[in-house]
């Protein structure tokens, strides 16, 4: 019996899509250069209904590609050729809130700021703020390790996953982790935060809430060139502080935010610099004040301080409607996620201005400078023969310069199909086998999101696909519901 068929018997009509003109709107995630047309779409409202479907695409070899928001800027949730799209939107319950235990436990659909919101009235907040907050799902913030504005002093997803219940790729249901800050033996949810769908489908995800800080300060800064900016930020934490967020934005992102939802910006800046402290008040204001010396010392010509909760919220605005709003400014673009050390950035900077310029290609930067997460936006008009192969080529040369300058290619958008050419250049071939060993224990028939992440023909021995006990079960890591 066809796999269609056989998804019938899992979903009612209206929880599934065969339809080419429907599929179509699953075509692709936020990296729209990549699409692909999926066999079949399903919307599964339970775990039992997770299960089935896993088991299924096992015993039928047929690959699948769990889905959120499709917000993904790396081809991450671009369905396999062949394959079915689960899309969780559907789970997108808030399951238990335990504010005296300082965690949440909520469904894969659930949208990211919705956690912050319901948790709101008990003095708590998530932490993990990617700048599509709004739309972007748990779920997917788990297979990316998202991080966000704040990741600086707060750290990415991972940091803020205690335990999750995870289908695998064979229909097996598995809790890793728990519930405590402190669990013993194997990292699991870190194994599995970040895998990129490579392991399975959380059905469930156990997160860390923290009470809302006391006091918040939020600096605007706005320099005369983009490399001062970056350069200003190892001069903040060279001063010893540590700031909730320090973001940059250059002259193209300024433009396109100001048009786009005007939050105040001075139009004639270079590049912004914002810096976000929070914490105890006593605390925040003392660091305050060696702030704005670091901040005076970097060479800013104008300084601005959010007067009150509106301001702050019409900065931030900005900064995170960015990389939609550079789509007033070209029909296409790329969007990088290299990483350099943070004393290096303002030759990072300098050197993609110059890389811009021999590619004839405008860069609109917007980034986590903090930790040196670069953002560089490529744009590019895709109906111009050749163009997205030159913005392809710049995206490639800007990973290898975060290479050079011992950096990373990806920061928390993954590897997913746009990066995949780069792994093995940021990584040998005995680091190569030994991820696709790990993830060749958790799926022998390699069914989860086929193709993603890894260059080339996978290679190390293919373990068995039978019904027997898993393996990181027979390991004892594993623990069956």
């Known amino acids: 019996m066809g796999i269609e068929k056989e998804l019938a018997r899992i979903y009612p009509p209206d929880a599934r899509v065969t339809e080419p003109v429907a599929l179509a709107a699953y075509e692709c995630d936020a990296l729209t250069a990549v699409q692909q047309l999926p066999l079949a779409v399903v919307f599964p409202e339970t775990t039992e209904q997770v299960v089935a479907t896993l088991r299924l695409c096992h015993e039928e070899g047929v690959p699948f590609v769990a889905r959120g928001s499709g917000t993904s800027l790396s081809g991450g949730s671009v369905p396999v050729p062949g394959g079915i799209v689960i899309a969780l939107n559907r789970m997108d319950r808030i399951l238990r809130i335990d504010p005296d ?8 659909g659930v949208v990211n700021a919705r956690i912050s919101q319901a948790v709101a009235p008990y003095g708590l907040y998530y932490a993990p703020d990617p700048s599509s907050q709004v739309i972007c ?18 750290g990415m997803t991972s940091n803020h996953v205690l335990g999750l219940e995870v289908v ?13 800050l402190e669990v013993a033996g194997a990292d699991l949810p870190g194994l599995f935060v970040g895998s990129e769908g490579l392991m399975g489908v959380a059905v469930t995800v156990t997160v860390r809430l923290l009470p809302r800080p006391e006091s918040i300060r939020t600096v605007l800064a706005a320099y005369h060139s983009l490399e001062a900016a970056g350069d200003a930020v190892a001069r903040v934490v060279g ?7 320090i973001e940059i934005m250059d002259r193209l992102a300024i433009q396109a935010a100001e048009a786009a939802v005007h939050a105040g910006y001075p139009l004639d800046a270079a590049a912004l610099l914002i810096v976000e402290l929070d914490g105890p008040r006593e605390e925040v204001e003392a660091d305050f004040l060696r702030l704005t010396e670091a ?20 900065i931030w605005k900005g900064r995170k409607s960015a990389f939609s709003a550079v789509g007033r400014l070209s029909p296409d673009y790329l969007v990088q996620d290299g990483v350099v050390p943070r004393t290096r950035l303002g030759e990072a900077l300098a050197e993609i201005e110059r890389l811009s310029a021999r590619f004839g290609l405008r860069v609109a930067n917007v980034f986590h400078a903090g930790d040196g997460n670069l953002h560089p936006l490529i744009l590019y008009d895709g109906r111009e023969p050749g163009a997205l192969e030159r913005a392809e080529a710049l995206a490639g040369e800007i990973l290898r310069l975060c290479l050079r300058l011992e950096g990373s290619i990806t920061g928390e958008h993954g590897v997913g199909l746009e ?23 958790m ?8 193709g993603k992440m890894f260059p080339g023909e996978p290679v190390g021995e293919q373990v068995g696909v039978g019904r027997g006990p898993h393996p990181l079960e027979r390991a004892g890591l594993l623990s069956r519901m």
Not at 239 to 245: C, E, N, S, T, Y
Not at 295 to 314: C, K, M
């Open 101 to 108: 235990d300082l965690r949440a436990v909520v469904q894969p």
């Open 443 to 450: 799926d022998p028939r390699e069914v989860a999101n086929r």
């Open 295 to 314: 901040i005076r010392a970097s060479g800013a010509y104008e300084i601005r301080v959010a007067r009150d909760e509106a301001e702050r919220a019409r």
């Open 137 to 154: 799902t748990i779920g997917g913030n788990v297979a990316f390790n998202s991080g966000g504005a704040h990741c600086l002093k707060y």
């Open 168 to 180: 695998l790729p064979g229909g097996e249901l598995v809790t890793l982790g728990g519930e405590s």
């Open 419 to 441: 990066k995949r050419t780069y792994l093995a250049e940021m990584f040998g071939p005995d680091d190569l086998d030994a991820m696709r060993r790990i993830r060749l224990a």
């Open 239 to 245: 001063a010893g502080l540590l700031p909730g967020a």
